[in-house]
Nanobody, 128 residues
Framework: QVQLVESGGGLVQAGGSLSLSCAAS????????MGWFRQAPGKEREFVAG????????FYGNSVKGRFTISRNFTRNTLFLQMNSLKSEDTALYYC?????????????????????WGQGTQVTVSS
C-alpha cells in the first residue's frame, strides 16, 4: 500500500502563488500516476493535474492550464504542484492522488474513480 501526505496549503491573495507538496510512502514502486484533485464546497471533485510517475508526462485540467505546474522528485517520492496567478475560484480542498493498480490512458486521467489512493487533503484559500 501507498500512503500520501499533503502539505503547503494556506491563504493567499488573488494573483499570488502557492506550492503544494505530497510525500508518498510505503510501496512506492507501485506508483503509475500521481496527481491532484480539488473540491470546493457544494461542487464535485475536479481534476487539476496528473503526472506519469516513471516518465513525467503531465496532464492538466482546462481551468488551470498555463497557471499550474505539476512535477515530481522521483528519488524522494514527492509530488509538487506550483500554483501561480491564483484566482478566488481556485479555493478548494486539494487532494493528492495516486493510481497504484494500473496505468492510465486518455480520458481516464480525469476521472476520480481511477485513482485508488487519496491523501487527506490540504486547504487552499484565495482571497479576492
Amino acid at each position: 500500500q501507498v500512503q500520501l501526505v499533503e502539505s503547503g496549503g494556506g491563504l493567499v491573495q488573488a494573483g499570488g502563488s502557492l506550492s503544494l507538496s505530497c510525500a508518498a510512502s510505503g510501496h512506492t514502486s507501485s506508483l503509475y500516476v500521481m496527481g491532484w484533485f480539488r473540491q470546493a464546497p457544494g461542487k464535485e471533485r475536479e481534476f487539476v493535474a496528473g503526472i506519469a510517475w516513471s516518465y513525467a508526462g503531465a496532464f492538466y485540467g482546462n481551468s488551470v492550464k498555463g497557471r499550474f505546474t505539476i512535477s515530481r522528485n522521483f528519488t524522494r517520492n514527492t509530488l509538487f504542484l506550483q500554483m501561480n496567478s491564483l484566482k478566488s475560484e481556485d479555493t478548494a480542498l486539494y487532494y493528492c492522488v495516486a493510481s497504484t493498480l494500473k496505468r492510465l490512458y486518455g480520458g481516464s486521467w480525469y476521472r476520480a474513480a481511477e485513482y485508488d489512493t487519496w491523501g487527506q487533503g490540504t486547504q487552499v484559500t484565495v482571497s479576492s
